[in-house]
Nanobody
Framework: QVQLVESGGGLVQPGRSLRLSCTAS????????IAWFRQAPGKEREGVSC????????YYADSIADRFTISRDNAGDTIYLQMNLLTPEDTAVYYC?????????????????WGRGTLVTVSS
């Protein structure tokens, strides 16, 4: 049974940091990439960052401007999104999603499984 479970969301003040986690299970990790998407109220879901579970290559959306870092643990089944210098514009539900290797893992239509999301609210 494929599972992607996000955690780590919450309320954070502007300028602070937050780390999200996505725990993956139930599938052959090396055949996939894991992506982080986010959806702000009233906006389209957008790709933020993704990582190949085979070779660890990482990809980032231009809008992140080097503030976020994606990584994985040694086992490769937990993927992190370190978010720094958060602004209210980063407020969104953050989802992790799975994409087959070889596809553009920042494009929503290439995701074949989604987690339920975790809410990040940046506010003073």
């Amino acid at each position: 049974q494929v599972q992607l479970v996000e955690s780590g969301g919450g309320l954070v003040q502007p300028g602070r940091s937050l780390r999200l986690s996505c725990t993956a299970s139930g599938f052959a990790l090396g055949r996939y990439a894991i992506a982080w998407f986010r959806q702000a109220p009233g906006k389209e879901r957008e790709g933020v960052s993704c990582i190949s579970l085979r070779d660890g290559r990482t990809y980032y959306a231009d809008s992140i401007a080097d503030r976020f870092t994606i990584s994985r643990d040694n086992a490769g089944d937990t993927i992190y999104l370190q978010m720094n210098l958060l602004t209210p514009e980063d407020t969104a539900v953050y989802y992790c999603a799975r994409a087959l290797m070889g596809s553009d893992c920042l494009i929503r239509r290439n995701m074949d499984f989604w987690g339920r999301g975790t809410l990040v609210t940046v506010s003073s």
